[in-house]
Nanobody
């Protein structure tokens, strides 16, 4: 069982930045692929970014590539999402998730544990 707690969401103007954090419980954090997803009102949950177990590989949805950066600190059981040049269409609840898969997956079905989410609102 892994527990995840996200933080760092809030209200920001378009063009601004936010850094989301996700704290994970457990001693096997470094054995998991980690991902960030988001869900806007009336839309399905979508993959945003993923990072491999040791942080050597990352993957992004096209709409955030070049603006968002995912990173992790295994010694601290933390994963981060740095979001720059935010746009109103980035507004959503952002979720941190754990995957037992060996590689980064983009389907939410491949993720086993989820945080409660943190709201990000970007005003125009």
């Amino acid at each position: 069982q892994v527990q995840l707690v996200e933080s760092g969401g809030g209200l920001v103007q378009a063009g601004g930045s936010l850094r989301l954090s996700c704290a994970a419980s457990g001693r096997t954090f470094s054995s998991y692929v980690m991902g960030w997803f988001r869900q806007a009102p009336g839309k399905e949950r979508e993959f945003v970014a993923g990072i491999s177990r040791r942080g050597s590989s990352t993957r992004y949805v096209d709409s955030v590539s070049g603006r968002f950066t995912i990173s992790r600190a295994n010694a601290e059981n933390m994963v981060y999402l740095q979001m720059n040049s935010l746009k109103p269409e980035d507004t959503a609840v952002y979720y941190c998730a754990v995957s037992r898969q060996a590689v980064i997956r983009t389907s939410s079905n491949e993720y086993n544990y989820w945080g409660q989410g943190t709201q990000v609102t970007v005003s125009s």
